[in-house]
């Protein structure tokens, strides 16, 4: 299983997907269910998608202060990236959309400007080359970001 996780760290391998958009670079990393057993053959039979989504500002600028000229502003930018910034996150899996269903928000005082979420999605069975992770916040863009991973880039575990 380590060796997979370093393999799908690697963008060039389908499972990471980084994109800049207004100054902000979004990092999002496709990662298995650390609950998969190593008897388990096909990672694409996991019942859950883990996603891990890190913001960062390319200017050092800290995610939680952009836009914000009081120290009430920051305490807004950090409640919405704490609680309301799920419901703007979504997966797209051909015409459907499916909702967060476990979100986590590191607040990590003093880790540098770069913030780390954790996302959970429920998958269901679905004949679909692609799924998108979409970010439609306005914080971020005016138009929605999409980060799309091949399901045929999940390999199974005995390919490596």
């Known amino acids: 299983m380590k060796e997979y996780l370093a393999w ?3 963008p060039a391998n389908g499972l990471r ?3 800049e958009v207004n100054g902000a670079v979004l990092d ?10 190593e008897s388990q053959k096909d990672l694409s039979a996991i019942v859950q998608r883990h996603i891990v989504l890190r913001i960062g500002m390319r200017s050092g600028e800290d995610l939680l202060r952009v836009g914000a000229t009081t120290q009430a502003a920051v305490q ?3 409640y919405y990236y704490s609680y309301l910034f799920q ?16 979100f986590h928000f590191e607040n990590s005082v003093g880790k540098g400007s ?3 979420f954790h996302l ?7 004949d679909q080359e692609n799924f998108s992770l979409v970010v439609d916040s306005d ?8 980060f799309k991973i091949r399901n045929k880039d999940i390999p199974q575990v005995s390919q490596l």
């Not at 999002?28 to 057993?37: G, L, M």
């Not at 419901?87 to 476990?102: A, V």
């Open 8 to 10: 799908a760290q690697e």
């Open 17 to 19: 997907v980084i994109k």
């Open 28 to 37: 999002a990393q496709y990662r298995p269910d650390k609950s998969v057993e």
């Open 76 to 78: 807004k930018n950090l």
């Open 87 to 102: 419901n703007d996150i979504y997966i797209e899996d051909g015409s459907k959309k499916q909702p967060c269903t476990l």
């Open 114 to 116: 770069e913030r780390t």
């Open 120 to 126: 959970i999605f429920e998958t269901s069975s679905s």
């Open 139 to 146: 914080r971020l863009s005016s138009l929605p970001i999409r």
